[in-house]
């Protein structure tokens, strides 16, 4: 496998630090509010990431905080009249909520920020010891001017990053690019007792210290958005090598932006969406779709249009899983046809062209090139004389496909008892060529949300997605 590395910006063979092994570290949700659509690309992106590695028979630990302390979340608690405890614990119920609706696999671990003071202030404290962080009147500070190399991860020296910095309003830090690692107290914010008095800990720090703490110094995958690449991810990189003398992560993946209608995504353009909106009008299912319809280094836009096609992508892989399903129940047990052996040896070659484009920099748009197309083939061949391995060979590359993906996870719903009566009602109308009534029936079950197909077995019905 190549993955393309931020820090080196080329593709690289992946090598993990322990045979056998990966452990990745994604940034996760701030838990003020729910997650937006530009939030759920890394997250559908990397769990796809997993999903592979898993696939070629990785170990993979997979680690994704949940930041429940910063300055978001004490102006909404304070807003709402509630503690910065319960806001956090409220939306991390509800970033599940919506991670299951999209497909997304739970985190081997799931650290808070909050619940690990202790390793963050410990790490403060190596770094103060080695002369990179020093206090003030508002807290501790790392000093940028102290470890060469920064700016290495975003491609640019300290020079031309700080000339566009600013010191903050109440900042008492001796260089412009300098970041908290500790933040002094201020009245009504929640806090901890430290070294440097009472305070809490600043947003880059507590992703390094958690990263270590479950990945170790060196992780093999730091992944998030582009949007993080500077200062949150250049400043992990300073505090934990700056720690640890040892590079801090392998291999850095950063996923595009996502734009909306073809306009930057901001809350003042009007074009702001949480997943809990979109889910009001389109399947998460078809939205996890469309999102790895693009490489996922490159832009996206995200439109109504665009989600609807990939509703109806997603429709046709359910046909088609569904379709094979039902040949299968029948599919004579013989011996396949030359054509059949062909056609067999097709779907391992789909397979194979599948993994090739995930083994090229998790490129999904190919992989689900390969999907399509296996779908399309067993359209053309497969019909209800086949033999059961033809049919099966379909449905498994199908289900490994899919699963990679984090697709078609939806089993067959039960048919409704009064949709079966209409479609028995249907069948024996059929029978005696009351094609008016056949037809009048198909309707009223597509009514009902059913689609109904006359096969060569009879009468196929499903429940629409």
Not at 59 to 68: G, K, L, P, S
Not at 227 to 252: C, I, M
Request: with cysteine.
């Amino acid at each position: 496998m190549r993955i393309f590395n931020t820090r080196t910006r080329s593709k690289e063979d992946f090598v993990p630090l322990a045979p056998g092994k990966v452990g990745i570290y994604s940034c996760g949700p701030t838990v003020y509010n729910y997650f937006h659509v530009g939030n759920a690309r890394p997250f559908i992106v990397f769990d796809t990431l997993r999903r592979y590695l898993e696939r070629r028979g990785y170990e993979v630990n997979f680690v994704q905080n949940f930041t429940d302390i910063d300055d978001k979340m004490i102006q909404k608690a304070n807003e709402e009249g509630i503690t910065v405890r319960e806001l956090g614990e409220r939306f991390i119920a509800e970033y599940y909520k919506d991670a299951d609706g999209l497909g997304i696999s739970r985190a081997n671990m799931a650290p808070k920020a909050t619940e690990h003071i202790a390793e963050i202030v410990a790490l403060i404290r190596r770094l103060e010891e080695k002369g990179l962080a020093y206090a003030s009147d508002d807290g501790v500070y790392f000093d940028t001017q102290r470890f060469a190399g920064y700016g290495k991860l975003c491609g640019q020296n300290l020079e031309d990053l700080e000339s566009g910095a600013r010191v903050g309003v109440g900042e008492s830090k001796r260089h412009s690019m300098d970041f908290a690692l500790w933040k002094a107290m201020k009245p009504g914010e929640p806090a901890w007792e430290s070294p440097w008095g009472t305070g809490r800990p600043g947003w880059h720090i507590e992703c390094s210290a958690m990263a270590m703490k479950y990945l170790g110094d060196t992780v093999d995958i730091h992944c998030g958005g582009q949007d993080l690449v500077f200062p949150h991810h250049e400043n992990e990189v300073a505090q934990s090598e700056g720690a640890t003398g040892k590079p801090f992560v392998r291999y850095w993946m950063h996923n595009g932006f996502i734009n909306v209608d073809g306009n930057k995504m901001s809350k003042s353009e009007g074009n702001f969406f949480t997943v809990r909106d979109i889910a009001k009008e389109f399947d998460l299912e078809a939205v996890r779709l469309f999102m790895l319809s693009a490489h996922y280094r490159s832009p996206i836009n995200f439109s109504r249009a665009l989600v609807e096609q990939a509703h109806s992508a997603l429709t046709r892989l359910y046909t088609a899983r569904d379709h094979y399903r039902f040949l299968g129940s029948s599919a004579p047990d013989r011996e396949p046809d030359a054509e059949e052996i062909v056609f067999i040896e097709r779907t391992k070659t789909a397979v194979h062209a599948f993994d090739e484009a995930l083994a090229d920099d998790l490129n999904t748009a190919d992989a689900l090139g390969s999907l399509f197309e296996l779908v399309r083939d067993a359209n053309t061949v497969l019909t209800a004389q086949s033999a059961a391995c033809a049919v099966e060979a379909a449905s498994q590359a199908l289900e490994v496909m899919a699963g990679v993906l984090g697709l078609l996870t939806r089993q067959e719903e039960a048919i409704a008892p009064e949709a079966k009566r209409l479609a028995d009602v249907r069948t024996e109308a059929r029978a005696n060529k009351s094609w008016q009534e056949s037809d009048r029936l198909r309707d009223e079950l597509k009514a009902m949300g059913y689609a109904v197909e006359d096969t060569a077995q009879g009468q196929k019905i499903r429940k629409l997605i």
